[in-house]
């Protein structure tokens, strides 16, 4: 039985002491093992997993390894759990915490930062200077789950309370994934200068960050909102959510021209690049007018030349954001418990945990167009039951 000093667990939600986990061996392979259900140390609470959402990201790591970087080096073959956009229910508390409630829901943001250094003491947990430093003697406190430490492809996790953000009942449990990737969108958005009304914002490439961009942008009131992108299908979505206007960069291939002719013959005041294509920043800057910022959000693989005489003559800002500082992932949820867009749009496929290979072949092929693919843990009879 789980019970450990100092833990605090509920008759109502009993906790086995192993779980089905997936872990990555070499690269592309996973295994289905058994793995000691973990424990949750000051300030953490046990998470019993319900729904993980599959990101391009997960794809990268499980394939190459980077970004995910275990005791020091790369994911492979050290029992790792990838996996990091995940809600579930708190199942057991740590020490100290008196924030949440054995079996009340939650999502999670994946950064907990170490709290200690100047960048986690100004709320830009992502970009912690301990990140990853809790391998060997070293604990900094630091985890990015799925990515330095255990993921969420697994029936159970620890989470740090500061990344925990509590949803109401009504939020599906697919519904709650997808609150990382709208705070991410938000935290752009935050970087960019916080509340958008009234002004012009352009998001480039509807991935899911981008959709979800969109959606965010317009209830931050920015009008007008214009979503480019190659795929008709992924820009209908783009208008379902928010966008004013859309743009195929196939069909239309001045596409800064055609952004300007949409906005009274000016450039817009923010850019969201989600695209990461080598000609993005360049189209990026020339989308914006004098003046305007410009948040990237995606990067290409290689490095590219960019018109930085452009970028100094006008006066444009460029912000790099990394991952979903700054609490943005409350205010996202915010939008989303209020109904204010309908992240759902982007979710796409299910299947149960058991199934993640073919759940990761359907995002990684994109079959039957998957934009967001959820895989869902099947609980023990015992706690469906206790948790209505
Ligand atoms: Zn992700
Ligand atoms: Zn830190």
Redesign the pocket.
């Known amino acids: 039985m789980y019970a450990t000093p100092s833990v605090k667990t509920s008759p109502d939600m009993p906790v086995p002491d192993t779980m089905r986990a997936w872990v990555l061996g070499d690269p592309g392979e996973l295994k289905l093992v058994d793995k000691p259900v973990p424990v949750p140390k000051r300030a953490e609470v046990l998470v019993r997993i319900d729904a993980v959402a599959i990101c391009a990201t997960d794809l990268d790591v499980i394939a190459n390894g980077p970004p995910a970087m275990i005791q020091g080096g790369l994911p492979f073959n050290k029992n790792f759990t990838p996996g990091h956009e995940y809600m579930g229910t708190v199942a057991a508390l740590g020490p100290g915490v008196d924030e949440y409630k054995i079996g009340q829901r939650i999502t999670v943001e994946i950064h907990a930062?170490?709290?200690?250094?100047?960048?986690?003491?100004e709320g830009m947990?992502t970009s912690?200077?301990?990140?990853g430093l809790n391998y060997g003697d070293v604990d900094?406190g630091?985890r990015a789950n799925g990515f330095t430490t255990d993921g969420g492809f697994c029936e159970y996790q620890v989470n740090n309370i500061n990344t925990l953000v509590a949803i109401p009942d009504a939020m599906s449990d697919e519904e709650a994934t997808l609150v990382v990737t709208a705070g991410t969108a938000m935290y752009g958005l935050t970087e960019l200068g916080g509340l958008v009304a009234g002004e012009s914002v352009v998001v480039t490439g509807p991935g899911p960050i981008g959709l979800l961009g969109v959606a965010v942008a317009k209830a931050l009131g920015a009008q007008p909102v214009i979503l480019t992108g190659t795929r008709d299908n992924r820009l209908a979505i783009g208008r379902a959510l928010g966008a004013d206007h859309v743009i195929n960069v196939r069909k239309e291939p001045d596409v800064v021209a055609a952004v300007k002719k949409l906005n009274g013959g000016k450039g817009v005041d923010y850019v969201l690049e989600c695209a990461g294509a080598p000609n993005s920043v360049n189209d990026a800057v020339r989308m914006v007018n004098r003046g305007g910022k410009v948040c990237l959000a995606a990067f290409p693989h290689e490095e590219t030349p960019v018109d930085i005489a452009h970028i100094v003559r006008n006066n444009i800002y460029l912000y790099g954001i990394r991952g979903e500082g700054k609490s943005a992932t409350h205010r996202a949820e915010a939008f989303m418990s209020q109904k204010r867009f309908d992240a759902t749009k982007i979710h796409t496929h299910t299947f149960a945990l058991e199934d993640l290979p073919t759940a990761l072949k359907y995002a990684r092929e994109r079959i039957g167009d998957a934009i967001k693919v959820v895989v869902k843990a099947r609980h023990g009879k015992v706690q469906q039951v206790a948790a209505e």
């Not at 930062?113 to 003491?121: A, F, N």
């Not at 912690?128 to 990140?131: E, I, L, P």
């Open positions: 930062g170490c709290g200690q250094c100047k960048r986690c003491r947990y912690c200077h301990n990140y900094k630091h």
